[in-house]
Structure formats: C-alpha cells, structure tokens
C-alpha cells in the first residue's frame, strides 16, 4: 500500500517497488496539493495491484483509464458523496479485481439500488445505523427487471440484499485505504444489520432417478452434458466451454484409467461495455456476434476462482461415450463444409456455434416434463455428484474438492453435513434391529433388581404365592417367625 506523507508545503507518495535485480526500493513522488496525493495514491494502488510492484508510470500516459477518477479533484473531502465515490471505486478498483461479468453485474447494483437511494449520502456521514435501515426498507423496493426480462412484480430479496451490502462494505474499506474517511474509524458497513437470508434447499434428484433419466433421454448433447455433470463434477459454463484439446481419450488413456478432462475455461455472456472498459481481462476468445446492435458478447473466459482450474479424472464409460461422441461430431463436421463453424467444442449446435447454458437447461426441463421427473435444476447433478463422491469416498472431503474446484472446503462440507444427516435418518432403525427387538425375550425383560421366579415343583398356586411372601420379608421378621415356629 502507498502512503502520503506531508513535507513542508507539499505531499509525497511513498511506494515500494522491485529493480531489475529483485531488490526492494523506495519510491517517492512529490505533488503540490494533497488532493493530487491521494489521486496518485489510488492509482499507484490501481496500478500495482494490476501489474505487480513495479515503478508506477505518471497518470498523463494512462489519461483514458485515470479521467474518470479526477472527479474527486472537483469536490472537497467533505463534500463527496456516496455516489461520486463509488465511481472512483469502480474506476479503480472495480477495473482491476473484477471480471466482466462480475463488472456489470455489480455495476447494474449500483446503478440500480444504491445510487438511486442513498447515493446522495454523504460519505463521511455514513453510519452502521443508517445503513441498517436502509438494508431493511430495501424490502420493500420492487425488483429491477434484468435486460429483456419481464417485471416479476417481487421486491427486493434479502440474498439481493446481502450483495448489496457486500458492494458497500468493500468500497468504505477502499474508502478508509484511499483516506477518504478516517482512517481511525471502523467501516460502518461492518455491523449492519441485514435481513436474515432464508437457507432455501436445493432439490435433488436420488441416483436411481438420474440413471433413469440418462438412459430415457434421446438428445445426445444433453446427455453429455448430464454426464459430465455427474461424473466430473462440472458447473454448467466449464461444460459448455471444453474444448478438445483438453480431453484425453486416447486408446491408451482410457486402458490405463488415465482419461481425463482439463477444466481452464468456461463459456460465459458479458455485456460488451463492461468487456471493453477492462480491456478484454480474462477473456480467450470473443465469438461472432449473431444478431446486429447486441450489446453482449458470448466469451470464453478463465475460470473465476484459481481452484476452478482442475484436472479431473473421467470414468472409463464416460471417456468411451466421449470418444463416440467426437466421431459423430467430425462426421457432421465432413458433412457440412464450410457451413460448420469449427471452434474445437465438446458441446457445440448442428452448426459448430457455441451451445449456451440457457439451451441446456430449457432441454434438461423438457426431459423433466416429458418423463414427469421432479423439476430440479441442472446445477443440481453437480450437487448431486459431490454427494455420490462423499458417500463413495466414506467422506474425503479434499479429494472431492479437487473434483469440484471449490475454492472452500466448506462448500463441500455443506454438503456432506447434509448425507450425515440423510443417514440419520436410519439411525433408529437400527437400533430397534440390533437393541430394542432382544427386549422381547424374557430373559431380557426381566427387570434389572428383580430376583428369578423359582420353579414350581408340584407346589399349589396358593403355596407358591406363600413362598413369595416368605422371600420378601426381611431377615428380622424371618428370624421372629422361625422361634415362634421352634417355641410350638
């Protein structure tokens, strides 16, 4: 992190870079004003949080990226408002840690229900208070449509909210870093109350549904993807955007136990805007767009998290199915020329083009409704998979993580607490098998004190009953009843 620091009439911005040699150095920039300070600051942050520790180039090499962020210069410190610093924030910030779609996902937020509300606010009169507040009267605002998209009449939900105030709480961190709130002060967002998020619970098939299901469908692109699903634990993106290159399903890969698919990529839509203002990051390759004047692009992308980059390793059917699946694909491919658009996909259209997910899950909910399945989502054979893998693997959480690519342990454990839960459920059965159904004897329904019945030896009921009595006195009342017997 920059600092500023303050020498005589003027301000220095002092930052850490690495030479040539790897040494680590100093750097000091000085500026008249501490507003250009704090302007130098944000972007030598910006700068090097983008390309390392480096030395940082003057803002007047970089005007297209930096224009945007001189708004502070117009105002003092008091006087920003939330809304002029959630543009620098985006500006610097947003440009340099999000994706695209991440982009215009949260800037679509804050166009939508930050600033029109509470975008006026003062930022330095920002408090935990007035943010609980607002997260609560959120549940009352009508949801923005998204593009194309018809109204769906709900308000605001609290797993909205929370999103919400995910944006906030990290721009008033950047907001205390950047000095534009006291750095003394703890961020206000931290402690804010929000609307409990209802835990919903994901629908998922059993495993003899889903057998059922793949040996019913008669769409052999769904029937891939239902298979990769299940069997690699792939999201819907990473499936649609394999390429060929990275499955391995030679002859000797698949007699070895060794076929395998290479996950570094996933097929997303962005909007075209937010693609351009990052400059293309983290996009591979842009696909020709198929209607004039659209304002989104269908990518390849990398993956978001670094554990979603994985190797994961195929069952031999599912690698033999894959290899039939390529040659009926190339047969298509030699039939149609020059009318195939040949982009190397697993999962492409009769034409080559790429296959989005909405295409795949309108087709797995055709499946459902025309077999009467329950409707349960396509993402939930991912879910259903992590199951099936910890219940094979009595519970190895790490080696199915490495499958899923979730970057926390925790989002498997999720799942596992709810099999350990499923089985309870057989918990009490066994228990009456192995306890509860020996009580039927006699022998063990004996109760625990009590002493043997003895047998009768010919002896009436009535003598039997006498012997009883006699047993049950004490040794007092017995030792008085033998000398009253002895004195006859």
């Known amino acids: 992190m920059a600092s500023i620091k303050k020498r005589k009439s003027t301000f220095s911005v002092i930052y850490w870079y690495l030479d040539n040699a790897g040494e680590r150095k100093q ?26 520790y480096v030395i940082v180039p003057l803002e007047e090499q970089f005007a297209r990226q930096i224009d945007e962020s001189k708004k502070e210069l117009d105002s003092t410190d008091e006087d920003i408002t939330l809304c002029d610093f959630l543009k620098i924030f985006v500006n610097l910030y947003g440009t340099s840690k999000w994706s695209p779609s991440t982009f215009s996902s949260k800037v679509g937020t804050i166009e939508n229900y930050i600033n029109p509300l509470i975008g006026d606010w003062k930022l330095n009169e920002i408090t935990t208070k007035k943010l609980s507040a607002y997260y609560n009267d959120l549940l009352s605002v009508s949801e923005v449509p998204r593009a194309n998209r018809k109204a ?37 967002a931290s402690l804010a109350t929000l609307p409990k998020v209802p835990k919903v619970k994901r629908k998922v098939w059993s495993v003899d549904t889903f057998r059922e299901a793949i040996q019913q469908s008669d769409d052999d692109l769904l029937t891939i993807c239902m298979h990769l699903a299940f069997s690699c634990s792939m999201r819907i993106g990473e499936i ?69 980059n994985r190797t994961v390793w195929l069952p031999k059917t599912v690698a033999e199915l894959l290899v039939q699946y390529q040659k009926d694909q190339k047969e298509l491919q030699e039939f149609l020329g020059d009318a195939y658009n040949n982009y190397n996909l697993v999962i492409a259209l009769e034409n ?66 709810e099999i350990i839960d499923e089985d309870r459920r057989y918990n009490a059965q066994k228990m009456d098998e192995q306890f509860y159904s020996t009580l039927n004897h006699d022998s063990e329904m004996q109760p625990q004190n009590e002493e043997v019945q003895p047998e009768n030896n010919g002896l009436s009921d009535s003598d039997m009953e006498l012997l009883q009595l006699l047993k049950s006195l004490t040794p007092e009342m017995k030792a008085m009843l033998l000398k009253q017997s002895a004195s006859k």
Request: net charge positive; glycine share 4%; proline share 3%.
């Open 27 to 52: 750097k000091w920039d000085t500026l008249e004003t501490k507003k250009e300070a704090k302007q130098r600051k944000a972007f030598v942050e910006y700068y090097q949080e983008k390309y390392g």
């Open 152 to 188: 769906t009449g709900r308000c605001v939900q609290p797993a909205n909210i929370k999103k919400i105030h995910d944006i906030i709480r990290c721009a008033l961190n950047q907001a205390i870093r950047w000095e534009y709130i006291d750095t003394n002060k703890r961020n206000p």
């Open 240 to 308: 649609t955007g394999l390429t060929w290159e990275d499955v391995i399903i030679d002859e000797q890969s698949i007699a070895t136990n060794n076929a395998r698919v290479i996950i570094n990529k996933e097929l997303s839509r962005v909007n075209a805007q937010a693609m351009q203002k990052l400059k293309e990051k983290d996009i591979i390759k842009i696909f020709p767009t198929q209607k004039p004047h659209c304002t989104t692009r269908l990518v390849l992308k990398t993956p978001k998290t670094e554990t979603s």
């Open 352 to 417: 080559g083009n790429p296959v989005e997910s909405r295409i795949v899950r309108d087709r797995f909910q055709k499946l459902c409704e025309q077999n009467g399945y329950e409707k349960v989502v396509f993402h939930s054979l991912r879910h259903l998979s992590t199951g099936y893998k910890l219940k094979m693997t009595n519970g190895d959480v790490k080696s199915v993580q490495g499958d899923t690519g979730h970057a926390e342990a925790e989002m498997v454990t999720d799942v596992y607490s």
